[in-house]
């Protein structure tokens, strides 16, 4: 995605947002932290983890904070390559990736919570106490496996309902969200990338009308839940 951007025309600059300018209900530039100023006609927050932070650059609360989820790819000899993606209500998940298998952990909201944003290291412990019993319980063909490789990253996590913000802030009409999608961003990426580009090169939704995402549930603390986290 981000090739294909580039290739369109997209200009990458690298840096920290330290502070957002607006004017008469409209945002007019970023400042970056090495002190560079950034004008523009519209600012999406597309922050990801620290998508809460720059929002309150604006004053705006958003409730969306990094909640860390380690990522083990795991050989299990035993198991069936052709199975699909198996997403257990016990908060595992796996699926076949290359020559083996990747799976994975949700815990429960009272287990879960804030990561510190620097923290990338994974999470072997979880493999041991908790994921593989329950992996091998679910199924058995997984009781012989061994763990070639890992990785931790963080969810942009919506701590109000676990579900995406999208759309214009009501008193920033220029200030538009793409956040909190609890761990669905890749796979909403594409969808999501063309309503906001039809939200500023139109004034409104084309394709999808998806207003029921828009941060007034947020302001209203009126949830939209999204049931499958994993």
Same mark, same amino acid.
């Given at each position: 995605?981000?090739?294909? &951007?580039?290739? &369109?025309?997209? #200009?990458?600059?690298?840096? #920290? ?6 004017? !008469?209900? @409209? ?14 006609? *519209? ?8 998508? =809460? ?18 990522? *083990? ?32 952990? !949700?815990?429960? #909201? ?13 999470? @072997? =412990? ?15 063909? *997984? ?31 220029? *200030?538009?969200?793409?956040? =909190?999608?609890?761990? @669905?961003?890749?796979? @909403? ?21 998806? !207003? &029921?995402?828009?941060? #007034? ?14």
């Amino acid at each position: 995605l981000r090739s294909g &951007a580039g290739q &369109a025309g997209a #200009e990458m600059i690298s840096g #920290e947002v330290a502070a957002i300018e607006d004017r !008469s209900g @409209h945002v007019i530039a970023v400042r970056l932290a090495d002190g560079r100023r950034i004008g523009c006609r *519209f600012l999406v927050n597309a922050a990801g983890p620290a998508a =809460g932070r720059l929002a309150a650059l604006l004053g705006r609360d958003l409730p969306v904070e990094p909640r860390k989820r380690t990522v *083990f790819v795991v050989d299990a000899p035993d198991a069936p390559r052709d199975m699909p993606l198996v997403a257990d209500p016990s908060g595992i998940w796996v699926r076949p990736e290359g020559s083996g298998f990747i799976t994975g952990y !949700s815990p429960p #909201e009272h287990d879960d919570g804030a990561a510190d944003p620097a923290d990338f290291e994974p999470d @072997h =412990g979880i493999f041991e106490d908790i994921l593989w019993p329950l992996l091998a319980a679910r199924i058995p063909a *997984f009781e012989r496996l061994k763990v070639t490789y890992a990785w931790a990253g963080h969810y942009d996590y919506n701590v109000l309902d676990q579900n995406a913000v999208i759309g214009p802030d009501p008193d920033l009409p220029n *200030f538009l969200y793409a956040n =909190g999608f609890s761990g @669905h961003g890749l796979q @909403h990426a594409p969808g999501v990338g063309r309503a906001v580009a039809e939200l500023i090169v139109h004034g409104a939704y084309r394709s999808l009308d998806l !207003s &029921a995402f828009g941060y #007034e549930r947020i302001a209203a603390g009126r949830p939209l839940f999204e049931r499958n986290v994993i």
